[in-house]
């Protein structure tokens, strides 16, 4: 069965420092895997996602994961925080299986910015 | 925006009661997803459904159901609701039901159970 970890349910980084929250995954066959963020009292949003091809996956607001299948981690980073990216972020991990595409989610990681 | 609707926003209701959640996928979405998101148990995928099909299931517990309409609408329903059933429950759609395919989260319902 597939799963992910997060490490650290909290991170704390000052402005302008650089982000980084852990994701590792465990998965059978090769996964397909997902970055959400969630911003307070809101659904949650991509904002990225490996499948095939390139291993650094570039997405929306200046993140960028890559795709480490050695150390199975797909870690999300961004060179300069921002206030407005203090939100939860969610990796999550898809089985490649046709009638399997359901995400399963790792814990979160509440990132707060310091200013 | 990410064009999912969700209602009610809020729930608030009675262990032993019965209550109905209800998602508007995108415009031109197929399929739907609940999730459960609650303290205890993290983020959870439910049930999926696809073009009015039943396609994936998840940690959906047997007092729970779900159904989409002709017009891809969908229903979530939660019956003999205990106290542990408080969470916030999302709908997200996408166009197709392939695993690559990106979910939209529509802003969830928050449900109560006193």
């Known amino acids: 069965a597939q799963s992910v970890t997060q490490l650290g349910s909290h991170v704390s980084v000052s402005e302008g420092a650089l982000v980084l929250l852990r994701c590792n995954y465990s998965s059978s066959v090769p996964p397909y895997l997902f970055w959400y963020v969630q911003y307070p009292n809101q659904g949650l949003q991509l904002l990225l996602k490996?499948?095939?091809?390139?291993?650094l996956v570039k997405g929306i607001n200046g993140f960028e994961a890559e795709f480490k299948k050695s150390e199975t981690s797909f870690h999300l980073t961004k060179p300069s925080a921002h206030m407005s990216d203090a939100a939860e972020y969610f990796c999550?991990?898809?089985?490649?299986?046709?009638?399997?595409?359901?995400?399963?989610f790792g814990t979160g990681t509440r990132l707060t910015i310091i200013p | 925006d990410s064009g999912v609707t969700q209602t009610p926003k809020h729930l608030i209701t009675a262990t032993g009661q019965r209550v109905t959640l209800r998602c508007s996928p995108r415009s031109g979405d197929l399929s739907v997803y609940w999730y459960q998101q609650s303290l205890d148990q993290g983020l959870q995928f439910l049930i999926q459904?696809?073009?009015?099909?039943?396609?994936a299931k998840g940690n959906i517990l047997e007092r729970f159901s779900a159904q989409q309409f002709p017009d891809l609408h969908s229903e979530l329903n939660l019956s003999s609701l205990e106290l542990g059933d408080s969470a916030l429950y999302f709908c997200a759609s996408s166009d197709q039901t392939g695993v690559t395919d990106t979910q939209y989260f529509g802003p969830g319902t928050r449900l109560t159970v006193l």
């Open positions: 490996y499948t095939t091809g390139a291993t």
């Open positions: 459904y696809y073009n009015g099909e039943e396609r």
């Open positions: 999550a991990v898809s089985d490649i299986f046709f009638g399997n595409e359901k995400l399963t």
